[in-house]
């Protein structure tokens, strides 16, 4: 007899393996619940160490430090008439540095067609370009602010209808002409197929403007999980760009195996095509349970190499990436 998975078990399956691999943190523990009102903390600690190059730079030394600390807030209460009301902060504290960088700070109100939201957060391209968007050195598809994560005065929609997800967003500057814009969709079929297209654009300055047209496509099959993504467009009125990124992974017990092609070509008017991003990326991850996990990458840098006056490489090196993670 065929074994059948109906689309709200490959909808988990798929959550699940992109929740192993993501870099966001996924785990809170309800600290406050009463009255229709709760309150979420969340968080991460996490020691990742660049050896031979961190950034395509050569390490100037034994190691480069990457490591960081998170912690988020995320509030919801029942606000009556089907409606409830939210908030979300992220702050990020980088190995040495006494300060905190605020990634998300938001506020909305949840209704059955949809959240409504305004603040720093993600904007709408993002959700295609986390289809592949899931080991330490992927992310090529946020090329330009209109299709980013963490953006400043963003209004956003965001809805959920049986297999459809649609997200649009707004950003507001205070500077002249750089209001920005985007849209996108995500449909998940029954046998575990997600497809998904998105545009974004707006105004860099007066004179100039940046515009994307993202497609991804994902497929989860059991502990297999594949993802693919294209776009093209305009970094600005002179550089065109093409980007796309293709991942494999799968999941054995507490293993995760996942490799990683990043790619993007910048085409300047006048000019001759040259590649911003291109490499292969090999990674490992070791979940002892949901809170713990260690992982070992190995990106190849397939970028000419360069080198200082002194004979340092400054672009092009390779990068061992040692990671030690504790989610919370």
């Known amino acids: 007899m065929t074994n059948r998975v109906n689309k709200n078990e490959k909808a988990a399956l798929s959550t699940a393996i992109l929740t192993a691999l993501v870099s966001t943190s996924s785990y809170a523990a309800t600290v406050y619940k009463d009255g229709g009102t709760e309150l979420k903390l969340g968080g991460r600690v996490e020691f990742r160490g660049d050896f031979i190059g961190s950034g395509g730079a050569e390490v100037d030394g034994s190691m480069e430090d990457k490591s960081r ?122 046998m575990g197929l997600d497809l998904g297209l998105a545009y974004s654009g707006g105004d860099v300055d007066k004179n100039n403007s940046e515009d994307q047209i993202l497609g991804g496509v994902a497929y989860s099959f059991d502990s297999l999980y594949l993802a693919g993504t294209y776009s093209q467009g305009a970094i600005n009125d002179s550089v065109d760009f093409t980007a796309y990124e293709l991942v494999a992974s799968y999941k054995v017990n507490k293993f995760t195996i996942a490799g990683l092609y990043t790619y993007q070509e910048n085409d300047p008017n006048g000019a001759a095509k040259f590649d911003a991003v291109d490499g292969f990326e090999l990674v490992g991850y070791y979940k002892l349970n949901s809170n713990f996990r260690t992982y070992l990458s190995y990106y190849m840098n397939q970028l000419d190499e360069e080198k200082n006056d002194e004979g340092m490489i400054i672009e092009g090196e390779d990068t061992l990436r040692l990671g030690v993670r504790y989610d919370f």
């Open 69 to 190: 600390a998170r912690l988020n807030l995320k509030g919801k209460t029942d606000i009556g008439n089907g409606l409830s009301a939210f908030g979300v902060y992220e702050a990020e504290q980088k190995t040495g540095k006494s300060e905190f960088q605020n990634r998300y700070m938001y506020a909305g109100v949840g209704s059955e067609v949809g959240d409504f939201s305004v603040g720093r957060q993600d904007m709408a391209a993002v959700i295609i370009s986390d289809m592949t968007d899931i080991t330490e050195f992927s992310g090529v598809q946020q090329v330009i602010d209109a299709s980013s994560d963490k953006q400043d005065s963003v209004f956003a929609y965001r809805g959920e209808f049986d297999a459809l997800q649609v997200q649009a967003t707004y950003q507001a500057n205070s500077g002249d002409s750089q209001d920005k814009y985007g849209i996108s969709g995500l449909y998940s079929l029954p």
